[in-house]
């Protein structure tokens, strides 16, 4: 897709490596929904994109969960908890439903469910200096 109401960044190294290519053509007001701390985003801050821009440590909490696959954090369950808070197309219920009925292993259907409630409370929505100007 071209031109993406939303954007959702898995591998936090994209951010910094790859910031113009991963937000061009997002639409006017789109969202960006980072595996990211503050400080890495600060790049998308500053192109000054015209979108509302939330992120999380998405890896940080699949490592303090032993959520890790062959030495990799495995991060999508927090990232669908994120991009359940950042756009509300789907209730972080709904969410920790599906991931219920996805895990056969009671634990790590726990474990992937917390991934995700532990992402929505702790997603930041950051302000872009371009929608302080609109807002203003």
Do not use: F, H
């Not at 109401?5 to 007001?29: A, C, F, H, M, Y």
């Not at 994109?49 to 062959?70: H, K, M, S």
């Not at 369950?77 to 219920?100: H, P």
């Amino acid at each position: 897709m071209r031109n993406p109401d939303i954007v959702v960044v898995l591998d936090p190294q994209l951010i910094i490596r790859d910031t113009e290519r991963i937000v061009s053509g997002l639409k006017k007001n789109g969202v960006v929904v980072a595996n990211s701390s503050e400080k890495s985003i600060r790049r998308v801050l500053e192109l000054g994109i015209d979108a509302e821009i939330y992120v999380v440590d998405a890896t940080n909490i699949a490592r303090e969960l032993g959520l890790v696959v062959a030495g990799w954090p495995v991060v999508n369950t927090s990232i669908l908890g994120a991009l359940s808070r950042a756009t509300n197309i789907v209730s972080i219920e709904s969410v920790t439903s599906a991931i219920a009925e996805q895990w056969e292993d009671p634990r790590l259907s726990k474990l992937n469910i917390e991934a995700a409630r532990r992402a929505y409370s702790e997603t930041k929505k950051l302000i872009s200096p371009k929608m302080v100007e609109v807002k203003n």
